[in-house]
């Protein structure tokens, strides 16, 4: 989940930038990012809440079809516009990945449940508590690497593995 704090409905994108972070100017370096591979965030207009779009996604894990159902969910909240809080957008997205029951689970009160109790234990590899996502721990060897979280250029992907590289090599 993105932020559970988000109004069930979601919110208009600016709307809750103001509200949490006092702006928008933070999604500048992951827009940036996006373009270069492809995905323009080109009609981002609502905050998700994003309750619906992770319980299907467990559900669409269990039938390998995760990837498809993010890349689905990404493309109608960042690109087409669409409000993936509501039920009904998720449950036609379920359709279009061809998740086996998904429009009727994501409709239901289905998977409620486990995804409150996936969220109460998820931690990263290292044991902390993961409070943003994406998040990320690295380990060199037996030993603890750098945790972060959020998009990262790639240039900042290469230089944390190369000081792991460098740490192993020591």
């Given at each position: ?65 995760g990837d498809a ?36 689970y994501v409709m ?63």
């Open positions: 989940m993105i932020d559970p704090g988000t109004q069930p409905e979601g919110e208009p994108y600016l709307d809750y930038n103001r509200r949490r972070w006092g702006g928008d100017g933070w999604t500048g370096s992951m827009k940036r990012m996006g373009r270069k591979e492809g995905a323009p965030y080109a009609n981002w207009v609502t905050w998700p809440n994003t309750t619906h779009c992770s319980r299907l996604l467990l559900l669409a894990e269990k039938h390998d079809l159902v993010i890349g689905r969910l990404y493309r109608a909240c960042y690109e087409e516009g669409q409000n993936v809080s509501l039920r009904e957008t998720v449950a036609r997205v379920a359709t279009e990945a061809g998740v086996p029951g998904g429009a009727e239901s009160d289905a998977g409620v449940d486990e995804l409150m109790s996936c969220l109460r234990s998820s931690k990263a590899r290292n044991g902390k508590r993961v409070s943003a996502a994406p998040t990320f721990s690295l380990r060199v060897g037996s030993a603890e690497g750098p945790s972060f979280s959020g998009a990262q250029e790639a240039a900042a992907w290469l230089d944390l593995l190369e000081q792991c590289a460098d740490h192993a090599e020591a």
